[in-house]
Each structure stands twice: as structure tokens, then as C-alpha cells.
């Protein structure tokens, strides 16, 4: 029986980022309001009061609503006004977020997934547009027949009393009971076919399976775009290389300028396995693993005509720079820090124009090998080197599928098991501008920088 354990709130801060944690955290009272509104239209709750009360609410919407609107539109607009002004106020003055709040909005999230409709009997592909014709073109004179003897709104009321009162036991059982009946499905059945159009199917055998213990079923599949960008600077007599200043952005970063592994270095997330309880309460293992779509890295190349696609290319090697190189490249650092003041340090421009070049980065066209070439800055981007580029950059980008398998297993806790590992997030969203990364995590920086540094303090001594 493996064992299972829940995120701390230390563990949940250190791997997700903060722009993550920070949605969360505004937006859980809106996931706990979304979460008892699921509860009470699929009568998940232990008491059904709720429902019914949701239930009479709605006939009076509809019945009521021209009445409604008239009279008490502006109070229902001050009591709106007053209760929004005074949610701001709480958020505004809310206490420190603790590992139990963490741990509810979580929760609240598993719950809505849990709760959302299943449309698995809908087919999977949009039938032919002349059945969707024909279908309408029988439906609509009772339609009209019917609404001319029946009011509008109660057939609303109606039609939304069958979508709150769908997943109630009472309903749930007569749904059941008429779907065990095989006259009732075969009914069904050639009705549909006679007003399709389409012919009743073939007549087969069927068996009745038992589900087992371990019984398996596909769960969710979502594809994911990783982009690491591989970024060098132009040196004399050494050309472009990936030996970059002390405090520039990794050689290779995400567009967060993070340190990444190089594309032939780097690894999918190991599988995570999560043990939750289901709708009948049973304990369910759903296990995700993520495997590569694509066979190879492709770099991202934009034409002048704004055309983007992705080419396949070789991987660049990590090779060793002979002490030579090294040295000159470590008396160049060593010149340009001399002249360089701080102020000049692309990390610290305004906000406002980092969220500019983050904008403008996905429009800016590249070259045939996908390189964007700037300044000593990293601005003044273009798809052309030259005089007064001295950086470049380009988009190593590659699909990765994850799938998930439902398992039922054997009661027990619930919680989440896997391997604890680092989450970095590597994503398809603009450059943003670069901060002293290497500064603050020091073992992520490459053996070449540590060299040219080793260099560069030696010329100094």
C-alpha cells in the first residue's frame, strides 16, 4: 500500500510560483461560492434543502420577473453595490493565508472538477448539416404549436426544473429505472432514427461485465508547449558563443529568464499520482504521466509577413571552450564591466517597459535560424545582425502530452504521492526582461560561466 501525504504550505510556495499561489489565494472565496452553487444544482449535499429552495427560486425568477424588475431593480442595484464594496474591503484587510486555506481552495477546486457535467453520451463527431436540418424542420411546428397554448416563460421554468432537479435521487432513480428497461431504449432509439434520418444499427449481442476492483478508464489528456530560449552574446574574435556577463540571463532560460536544462538535457515532470474519493465515494488513483508528442526539438521562426512556424533543427552540442577563448572573453567582461555602470542594467527599467517588450517580442520577425538579434542591452530587436548587435536569442519549442488513468483501488487515505521535484515554469509567453538570476541561485550556473569567472578573477589578481 504506498503511502500518501498532503502539500505543506512551505512545499506548495517553493514549487508553484507566486503568480500562481497569488490567483489562488484572491480568487478562493469565488472558488467556494462556484463550489456550493455545484453543490446544491447537483444535490451533492447531505440535506436537499438547499436545492429545493434553489428550485423555488427559479420558478419565481420566471414568474415573477417582469414584477421583479419593475419594483425592485433598484434596490437589488444598492444591496449589489453595498455587498461588492464591502467584499473589496475584506480582501483589502484579510488575514495571512495559511496552510488550511491552501488546502479549502484546493479542495474547492478538485470539487468542481468533480462535480462538472459529464457529456460523454453526446456524439463525438457534429452530425451531417442535412440531419441537423431535417431535425429542425420536424421539430418546429410543434414548437410553435406548443408555445402558442403554452407561456414562454413557463416553458423555461420547466426546462430548467428538468436541468436543477437531473442529478436528485428521485430523478436519478426514475432516469435509471426507464434506461434498464430495453423497450424504452429501443423506443427511444427508433424515434431518433425516424427523425434523423439515419437507419436503426445492426443487432448485437452484448455482455454484462462486472467492474472489477482495479477497473482502469482513461481520465484527462492535455498537450503542453515547453519553449527554452538559448541565448548568446557576440564577442571579438570569438563570434556569437553562450559565454554571457556575470549578471545577464542564463544561456539557456524560460521566458521568465529562469535556468534551464539545455533541450538535449532536459526531462518531462516524473508521474504524480493523486488518491481522491469519486461521486459514490469510492477511492480513486488518478496517475498522470507526460510523455513527448513530437520526436525532436523545433525552433521558432517568424517571416517578415508575420508567418510562424516551427522548424526542426539540430540541437546544439555543449562544447568545451579551450583556456585561450576563455581568457579573452574573460578580458572583454572584464573591459565592459569597467564602463558599465549599473543604471545602464536592462533589470532595472521600468515596469511598464518590460511589459512593452514582453507585448512586442511574439510580433518580431526572426532569421532563417530563427536568432533575434539586439544591442548590448538586449533591445532594439530585429531579425538582422550586424553593426550594434552584440545579443541574440531564439525559441527552442516542443509538445508534450499528458495523460491521466482513473483507477479504482482499495479504501484508504487520500492525498498526493510522487516525487518531490522543482516545478520551473517553461511556457510559450513573450520574453520578459532580465533580473539577476544567477545572483540569487549560483549553483544553476553553467561550468563555462563558472570558468570564464574563475578567468576573469585571475586577470584581475
Do not use: H
Request: overall charge neutral; some cysteine; glycine content about 4%.
Amino acid at each position: 500500500m504506498p503511502s500518501s501525504t498532503t502539500t505543506s504550505l512551505y512545499e506548495f510556495t517553493s514549487t508553484v510560483p507566486f503568480p500562481l499561489t497569488a490567483v489562488l489565494v484572491q480568487l478562493a472565496p469565488y472558488f467556494a461560492l462556484v463550489k456550493n452553487a455545484f453543490e446544491i444544482l447537483t444535490w451533492s449535499r447531505s440535506t436537499s434543502y438547499d436545492a429545493w429552495l434553489a428550485l423555488a427560486s427559479w420558478w419565481a425568477v420566471c414568474l415573477l420577473s417582469k414584477a421583479t424588475l419593475r419594483y425592485f431593480l433598484p434596490i437589488a442595484v444598492v444591496i449589489s453595490f453595498t455587498v461588492i464594496t464591502a467584499s473589496a474591503n475584506a480582501r483589502s484587510s484579510a488575514p495571512p493565508v495559511t496552510e488550511t486555506n491552501l488546502q479549502a481552495t484546493i479542495a474547492d477546486l478538485t470539487t468542481i472538477q468533480s462535480l462538472l457535467p459529464d457529456f460523454k453520451f453526446l456524439p463525438k463527431s457534429r452530425p451531417a448539416f442535412s440531419t441537423l436540418l431535417r431535425v429542425s424542420a420536424i421539430m418546429y411546428p410543434p414548437y410553435l404549436l406548443l408555445t402558442y397554448y403554452v407561456p414562454l416563460r413557463i416553458l423555461i421554468a420547466v426546462t430548467g426544473t428538468v436541468g436543477i432537479t437531473w442529478n436528485s435521487p428521485c430523478a436519478s432513480v426514475l432516469r435509471n429505472t426507464l434506461l434498464k428497461s430495453a423497450w424504452v431504449r429501443w423506443c427511444t432509439l427508433y424515434v431518433w432514427s425516424k427523425v434523423t434520418g439515419q437507419p436503426l444499427p445492426l443487432r448485437s449481442l452484448s455482455y454484462q461485465t462486472l467492474a472489477t476492483l482495479n477497473s482502469v478508464e482513461p481520465g484527462l489528456s492535455l498537450r503542453f508547449l515547453f519553449t527554452i530560449y538559448e541565448n548568446q552574446r557576440w564577442w571579438m574574435g570569438l563570434d556569437f558563443s553562450p559565454a554571457l556577463l556575470p549578471g545577464e540571463r542564463p544561456s539557456w532560460c524560460s521566458v521568465s529568464l529562469q535556468p534551464v536544462s539545455p533541450p538535449n538535457a532536459f526531462v518531462l515532470p516524473e508521474p504524480t499520482s493523486v488518491y481522491l474519493r469519486d461521486s459514490n465515494g469510492k477511492r480513486v488513483k488518478r496517475t498522470a504521466t507526460w510523455k513527448w508528442e513530437e520526436p525532436e526539438w523545433r525552433v521558432l521562426v517568424r517571416k517578415e509577413d508575420g508567418v510562424v512556424s516551427r522548424v526542426e533543427k539540430p540541437v546544439p552540442a555543449p562544447k568545451e571552450e579551450n583556456s585561450s577563448l576563455l581568457m579573452k572573453a574573460a578580458g572583454k567582461m572584464k573591459d565592459v564591466n569597467s564602463l558599465q555602470s549599473p543604471a545602464n542594467g536592462e533589470g532595472d527599467r521600468p515596469s511598464s517597459e518590460k511589459d512593452e517588450d514582453e507585448s512586442e517580442d511574439e510580433d518580431i520577425p526572426t532569421d532563417v535560424d530563427g536568432w533575434v538579434y539586439g544591442d548590448n542591452k538586449w533591445e532594439a530587436r530585429s531579425s538582422k545582425g550586424g553593426m550594434g548587435k552584440y545579443t541574440r536569442y531564439r525559441r527552442w519549442t516542443r509538445v508534450a502530452v499528458v495523460n491521466e488513468v482513473v483507477e479504482i483501488v482499495e479504501d484508504g487515505e487520500t492525498g498526493v504521492e510522487g516525487g518531490r521535484t522543482t516545478v520551473t515554469m517553461v511556457n510559450a509567453s513573450p520574453i520578459s526582461s532580465p533580473s539577476r538570476q544567477t545572483e540569487a541561485n549560483p549553483e544553476a550556473e553553467s561550468p563555462l560561466r563558472q570558468r570564464l569567472k574563475s578567468a576573469l578573477s585571475k586577470g584581475v589578481s
